[in-house]
């Protein structure tokens, strides 16, 4: 069975740093765009960043400057590397698998999702 794992989330104060990792398992992520979508609460769920099949990586406004997606094929696991936290990055965070045409896709073009792990920038 297909099965996405999110790790590496945590407590962290503004201006630290996080790496979560996407550890895939069933299938090779490397043949699927990869996308990192959050929610806040009471938030809907947005788009972060993503990669596709082809290496090529995509952000969010609000990340291209602070965030980096990345994959390692060996270990079948996308990681994103968060650096400069805030407070308005608190959330959890879901990595999805799919064939959009365009990794930058809405979540509805996802096809399987991790269960999401919780990021918290707090003081």
């Known amino acids: 069975q297909l099965q996405l794992v999110e790790s590496g989330g945590g407590l962290v104060q503004p201006g630290g740093s996080l790496r979560l990792s996407c550890a895939a398992s069933g299938f090779t992520l490397g043949s699927y765009s990869i996308g990192w979508f959050r929610q806040a609460p009471g938030k809907g769920r947005e788009g972060v960043s993503c990669i596709s099949s082809s290496g090529s990586p995509n952000y969010a406004a609000s990340a291209k400057s602070r965030f980096i997606i990345s994959r390692d094929s060996a270990k079948n696991t996308v990681y994103l590397q968060m650096d400069s936290l805030k407070p308005e990055d608190t959330a959890i965070y879901y990595c999805?698998?799919?064939?959009?045409?365009?990794?930058?896709?809405?979540?509805?073009?996802?096809?399987?999702w991790g269960q999401g792990t919780q990021v918290t920038v707090s003081s």
């Open positions: 999805a698998a799919g064939f959009p045409v365009k990794c930058e896709a809405a979540e509805y073009e996802y096809d399987y």
